[in-house]
């Protein structure tokens, strides 16, 4: 009799007891959570004995005996220093070759690692001065009286991503007795049968899911993980696919265009772009629409999405309608407020602000840009805007900036305000369109790939830290031009734990360096009010220089600002490099961007190339989803869902439109998805704000 998915671990035939003890303390005690308990990555320990180390960018994985041990320490600090282990490859070193493991300021782990022991390590190799290092290895630690050494080496192991308490061992031991007592159709199919003839010709998904525990072939490996990423991806797409059609069915208003919107463009003072025009004639097509509008807007930044949006929006008021847009943070919305004012009021439009607790000029929660007026047309705000069901009254159009700050929750809130009204969501990070498809799959998407012609340019370089002296002298020069500057750190404070210089005491460093310039400090900690008040100060020019978190990382709009040092860039993604380097390079002078590094980082030197090489954003996004997979860009996307377990695949286009193709099949033939076969991912598609994932 075979096991089933329920049964609880300690049925498990084989299993010691000893590890079902140990998966209990941290309530693990089901087969199917092992079973879905998926490794993040394989090692080939088929075939390492004798293995020679090759220095190189891409982890490796060796066995290797202990020889010699020992603890260096240097510096003041409790317990700064070094543990090394020296290792030579099972079977023995050619011509002597040595590997030396590398623990920093991990002096505890001549506890762990003793001469003699034979440890599986993984890792990057690295050359200097013709020796051999591997830093902070994952290991594992051999033992001849293991009673299940099979399982740890000799075939395509797994690796899994551990909890608290649980060990390495203890995963793969308990995944290896688990699927050797389950049977062959363990677990149904969600995906439609595949075809004889196609890719899967002959997969399962029980099949996929024994695979990836216990793979034969690095081929099947592959397959099977690209089975379990359709379905994953078929999951998602028939979500979004759903909500599209739920949108259109549920029907809105037309809002026509008319001669406002043709005033607003001839009273700018500059050329919109070609693609600024085609996306609003996008997006005009779309309001024009009885059925609702739910488009993306996305592009470089400093491509010019607000000007879009503004004319957009009015498009919403001749039509007798209130259009909002909702920013993320308090900066950018006084910051789209301001734009609104400066270029709408002249129009005769009613323009309010509202940003939450914020007590706004004349004691209100509310500024209206016309005092008694009772019509406010275009309304702006933060997320304090869901809260205030009298001043959302008869909504037309909802923009919603940088949306991907905003959960799912919130930004159905705001939609449900007005009577199914048109949306445009923006983004000033670029998505590779395989990300399109999967996490605004059900937007249609409007791309701006060009800059205004009256934007500087920007020249962008990489420095190491010690060089810092030389950037001060660029600065000051820059300074006395009559320019200001940005400098950016990764932290507020300093910590011990990272080794990465904090905002507060950079401010005080650059104040003593720039003695006879105004050095302000901005970061997340401040209140609101202390927040306005720096930022009054940069854009009025009163302050010189920003020392900043990532805090203006989002829609900060200083033209004149032209210098950037972003330190401790290798912290960083390129994308939201990218995003911290477009707060520079908006006005007419040339800009300049030096990105800091350690000293001698050569891996993060070769990361932070693309930068000097291009200010082109969606080339950048497309490195960055190649280099680091979508995590970055997705993280931020996906804001109020649960992580996707095969998130690297979504670089396969062909998978990504496979499962695209599937879902718009199965909606056409099954709207409500009541066939059998798709009762357990119903819940995950028709339940919009569920944060679960799909696979459980």
Same mark, same amino acid.
């Given at each position: 009799?075979?096991?089933?998915?329920?049964?609880?671990?300690?049925?498990?035939?084989?299993?010691?007891?000893?590890?079902?003890?140990? +998966?209990?303390?941290?309530?693990?005690?089901?087969?199917?959570?092992?079973?879905?308990?998926?490794?993040?990555?394989?090692?080939?320990?088929?075939?390492?004995?004798?293995?020679?180390?090759?220095?190189?960018?891409?982890?490796?994985?060796?066995?290797?005996?202990?020889?010699?041990?020992?603890?260096?320490?240097?510096?003041?600090?409790?317990?700064?220093?070094?543990?090394?282990?020296?290792?030579?490859?099972?079977?023995?070193?050619?011509?002597?070759?040595?590997?030396?493991?590398?623990?920093?300021?991990?002096?505890?782990?001549?506890?762990?690692?003793?001469?003699?022991?034979?440890?599986?390590?993984?890792?990057?190799?690295?050359?200097?001065?013709?020796?051999?290092?591997?830093?902070?290895?994952?290991?594992?630690?051999?033992?001849?009286?293991?009673?299940?050494?099979?399982?740890?080496?000799?075939?395509?192991?797994?690796?899994?991503?551990?909890?608290?308490?649980?060990?390495?061992?203890?995963?793969?031991?308990?995944?290896?007795?688990?699927?050797?007592?389950?049977?062959?159709?363990?677990?149904?199919?969600?995906?439609?049968?595949?075809?004889?003839?196609?890719?899967?010709?002959?997969?399962?998904?029980?099949?996929?899911?024994?695979?990836?525990?216990?793979?034969?072939?690095?081929?099947?490996?592959?397959?099977?993980?690209?089975?379990?990423?359709?379905?994953?991806?078929?999951?998602?797409?028939?979500?979004?696919?759903?909500?599209?059609?739920?949108?259109?069915?549920?029907?809105?208003?037309?809002?026509?265009?008319?001669?406002?919107?043709?005033?607003?463009?001839?009273?700018?003072?500059?050329?919109?772009?070609?693609?600024?025009?085609?996306?609003?004639?996008?997006?005009?097509?779309?309001?024009?629409?009885?059925?609702?509008?739910?488009?993306?807007?996305?592009?470089?930044?400093?491509?010019?999405?607000?000007?879009?949006?503004?004319?957009?929006?009015?498009?919403?008021?001749?039509?007798?309608?209130?259009?909002?847009?909702?920013?993320?943070?308090?900066?950018?919305?006084?910051?789209?407020?301001?734009?609104?004012?400066?270029?709408?009021?002249?129009?005769?439009?009613?323009?309010?602000?509202?940003?939450?607790?914020?007590?706004?000029?004349?004691?209100?929660?509310?500024?209206?840009?016309?005092?008694?007026?009772?019509?406010?047309?275009?309304?702006?705000?933060?997320?304090? +805007?869901?809260?205030?069901?009298?001043?959302?009254?008869?909504?037309?159009?909802?923009?919603?900036?940088?949306?991907?700050?905003?959960?799912?929750?919130?930004?159905?809130?705001?939609?449900?305000?007005?009577?199914?009204?048109?949306?445009?969501?923006?983004?000033?990070?670029?998505?590779?369109?395989? +990300?399109?498809?999967?996490?605004?799959?059900?937007?249609?998407?409007?791309?701006?790939?060009?800059?205004?012609?009256?934007?500087?340019?920007?020249?962008?370089?990489?420095?190491?830290?010690?060089?810092?002296?030389?950037?001060?002298?660029?600065?000051?020069?820059?300074?006395?031009?009559?320019?200001?500057?940005?400098?950016?750190?990764?932290?507020?404070?300093?910590?011990?734990?990272?080794?990465?210089?904090?905002?507060?005491?950079?401010?005080?460093?650059?104040?003593?360096?720039?003695?006879?310039?105004?050095?302000?400090?901005?970061?997340?900690?401040?209140?609101?009010?202390?927040?306005?008040?720096?930022?009054?100060?940069?854009?009025?020019?009163?302050?010189?220089?920003?020392?900043?978190?990532?805090?203006?990382?989002?829609?900060?709009?200083?033209?004149?600002?032209?210098?950037?040092?972003?330190?401790?860039?290798?912290?960083?993604?390129?994308?939201?490099?990218?995003?911290?380097?477009?707060?520079?390079?908006?006005?007419?002078?040339?800009?300049?961007?030096?990105?800091?590094?350690?000293?001698?980082?050569?891996?993060?030197?070769?990361?932070?190339?693309?930068?000097?090489?291009?200010?082109?954003?969606?080339?950048?996004?497309?490195?960055?989803?190649?280099?680091?997979?979508?995590?970055?860009?997705?993280?931020?996307?996906?804001?109020?869902?649960?992580?996707?377990?095969?998130?690297?695949?979504?670089?396969?286009?062909?998978?990504?439109? +496979?499962?695209?193709?599937?879902?718009?099949?199965?909606?056409?033939?099954?709207?409500?998805?009541?066939?059998?076969?798709?009762?357990?991912?119903?819940?995950?598609?028709?339940?919009?704000?569920?944060?679960?994932?799909?696979?459980?």
């Amino acid at each position: 009799m075979s096991l089933a998915l329920d049964a609880s671990l300690s049925d498990v035939p084989g299993l010691p007891a000893r590890i079902v003890k140990a +998966l209990a303390k941290e309530q693990v005690t089901q087969v199917a959570e092992i079973v879905w308990w998926l490794p993040f990555r394989h090692e080939d320990r088929r075939q390492m004995d004798g293995a020679s180390f090759q220095p190189s960018e891409i982890p490796a994985c060796y066995q290797v005996q202990v020889c010699k041990t020992g603890n260096k320490f240097f510096g003041r600090r409790r317990g700064a220093g070094l543990f090394e282990a020296q290792v030579e490859p099972i079977g023995g070193a050619i011509m002597g070759e040595l590997l030396t493991l590398r623990w920093w300021n991990m002096s505890f782990m001549s506890r762990t690692i003793a001469e003699g022991q034979r440890l599986i390590v993984y890792g990057r190799v690295k050359e200097n001065k013709g020796r051999l290092f591997m830093d902070h290895p994952e290991y594992e630690i051999l033992n001849d009286e293991d009673e299940a050494a099979h399982i740890h080496s000799g075939r395509i192991t797994p690796v899994y991503r551990l909890r608290a308490g649980i060990t390495q061992k203890s995963v793969r031991t308990a995944a290896w007795y688990v699927l050797q007592a389950l049977s062959e159709d363990f677990i149904p199919d969600v995906l439609p049968t595949p075809s004889t003839q196609g890719e899967f010709a002959g997969w399962s998904r029980a099949r996929a899911l024994r695979t990836v525990h216990m793979a034969s072939s690095q081929e099947d490996l592959e397959k099977a993980r690209r089975y379990l990423a359709l379905e994953e991806f078929y999951g998602y797409q028939l979500r979004v696919v759903r909500r599209r059609r739920a949108v259109l069915d549920a029907g809105g208003h037309a809002h026509q265009a008319g001669s406002l919107a043709q005033e607003f463009e001839a009273s700018l003072p500059f050329q919109m772009t070609g693609a600024q025009k085609r996306s609003l004639e996008e997006i005009q097509r779309d309001m024009a629409s009885n059925a609702p509008m739910n488009r993306l807007l996305h592009g470089d930044v400093g491509s010019g999405k607000t000007v879009v949006a503004f004319a957009a929006m009015l498009g919403a008021v001749e039509s007798g309608r209130q259009a909002a847009l909702m920013a993320p943070t308090q900066i950018l919305a006084e910051q789209h407020f301001n734009n609104a004012r400066k270029w709408l009021e002249p129009l005769g439009l009613n323009v309010a602000l509202r940003t939450g607790n914020r007590l706004e000029e004349g004691g209100v929660e509310l500024w209206s840009t016309k005092k008694g007026s009772d019509r406010n047309h275009i309304l702006i705000g933060t997320h304090a +805007l869901l809260h205030d069901e009298n001043l959302v009254k008869n909504l037309g159009l909802v923009v919603i900036d940088e949306q991907h700050k905003f959960g799912v929750a919130q930004r159905a809130r705001l939609i449900q305000k007005g009577n199914t009204p048109d949306v445009l969501v923006m983004t000033a990070t670029p998505i590779p369109r395989t +990300l399109t498809l999967t996490i605004y799959g059900d937007l249609d998407v409007s791309t701006l790939d060009e800059r205004p012609k009256e934007r500087g340019k920007i020249i962008t370089k990489v420095r190491p830290a010690s060089k810092q002296a030389e950037a001060a002298k660029f600065l000051l020069e820059q300074l006395e031009q009559g320019r200001q500057g940005y400098l950016v750190f990764p932290l507020i404070e300093e910590s011990e734990k990272l080794e990465a210089t904090a905002a507060k005491k950079g401010h005080e460093e650059w104040s003593k360096l720039l003695p006879h310039f105004q050095v302000g400090l901005l970061h997340g900690k401040l209140s609101a009010e202390e927040k306005d008040l720096v930022m009054r100060d940069f854009r009025s020019g009163k302050t010189d220089v920003l020392v900043s978190t990532t805090v203006i990382e989002v829609g900060v709009d200083v033209p004149n600002a032209t210098v950037m040092f972003i330190h401790n860039a290798e912290r960083f993604g390129l994308a939201q490099l990218h995003q911290l380097r477009g707060r520079i390079g908006r006005g007419e002078h040339t800009s300049y961007c030096v990105l800091f590094i350690k000293d001698k980082d050569e891996e993060a030197k070769s990361r932070l190339a693309i930068m000097e090489e291009t200010t082109d954003g969606f080339r950048i996004s497309e490195e960055d989803l190649k280099r680091r997979g979508p995590g970055d860009v997705l993280g931020r996307a996906q804001s109020g869902q649960a992580p996707l377990k095969f998130a690297e695949l979504l670089a396969n286009t062909r998978l990504v439109r +496979l499962a695209r193709q599937l879902a718009e099949k199965t909606l056409d033939e099954d709207p409500r998805l009541e066939s059998p076969r798709l009762a357990e991912i119903r819940p995950f598609v028709f339940q919009e704000d569920a944060p679960q994932a799909m696979m459980q």
